[in-house]
């Protein structure tokens, strides 16, 4: 159980272009996502949280007009990664949890974005 | 300083050699503690879950929490080379998760 999806798993695009990723709970209601951003043997860094239903919280830093979080329903949630720039390369990774105090989260699988 | 500190290593053993990882906390509001390992290029799994001081088992994986000491602990008896990977410790305050910075861990054949 607790299982948590992202699509796609990697993509390349071009400068400028926008980025979708996708992230489904597969076999659970999520009422709280979390993106996150990793770098290269470096730890997690976490972007925002959203809670279905409603407008996410960004962490300080994390430009929401550039970042685009969508939690339309209580399996999936999309960031956007909009006119993207080759800074904005990076392993993005979703997780999940049902919002209960004694939850934690589940992680997906990270998506790997190359901008050209 | 940080609410929770995690000695990034490297940390390197031989196979079947007994697994230590540990982190420290300052914030005692914490209430739930996890650990999580992260192969190369892929997302956090979760391994251990626990909400209450003492240990855990399960398998191979010992996860210990001392709350008066503000210290857990992940102990991996019988390491195997597939247990090398960066181990991350979580806490949890509320709704809120906190994040060690993780442990690389490479087990040598």
């Known amino acids: 159980g607790a299982v948590v999806s992202q699509h796609p798993s990697w993509v390349i695009c071009k400068s400028g272009t926008s980025v979708k990723i996708e992230c489904r709970s597969l076999d659970f209601q999520a009422t709280t996502m979390f993106w996150y951003r990793q770098f290269p043997k470096q730890s997690l860094m976490l972007m925002a949280t959203s809670n279905e239903g409603s407008k996410a919280t960004y962490e300080q830093g994390v430009e929401k007009d550039k970042f685009l979080i969508n939690h339309a329903s209580l399996t999936l949630s999309t960031l956007t990664v909009t006119s993207a720039h080759p800074e904005d390369s990076s392993f993005y990774i979703c997780?999940?949890?049902?919002?209960?105090?004694?939850?934690?989260?589940?992680f997906g699988p990270g998506t790997r974005l190359t901008v050209l | 300083q940080k609410e929770v500190e995690q000695d990034p290593g490297p940390l390197s053993v031989p196979e079947g050699a007994i697994v230590s990882l540990n982190c420290t906390y300052s914030n005692s509001a914490f209430q739930y503690f996890m650990w999580y390992r992260q192969y190369s290029r892929k997302g956090p799994e979760l391994l251990m879950y626990t909400y209450s001081s003492g240990n855990k088992e399960d398998g191979r994986f010992t996860a210990q929490v001392d709350k008066s000491s503000k210290y857990i602990s992940l102990f991996i008896r019988d390491s195997q080379p597939s247990d090398s990977a960066t181990y991350l410790c979580a806490m949890k305050a509320g709704n809120q998760f906190y994040f060690g910075t993780g442990t690389s861990l490479t087990v040598i054949p």
């Open positions: 997780s999940a949890g049902t919002g209960a105090v004694t939850d934690t989260q589940y």
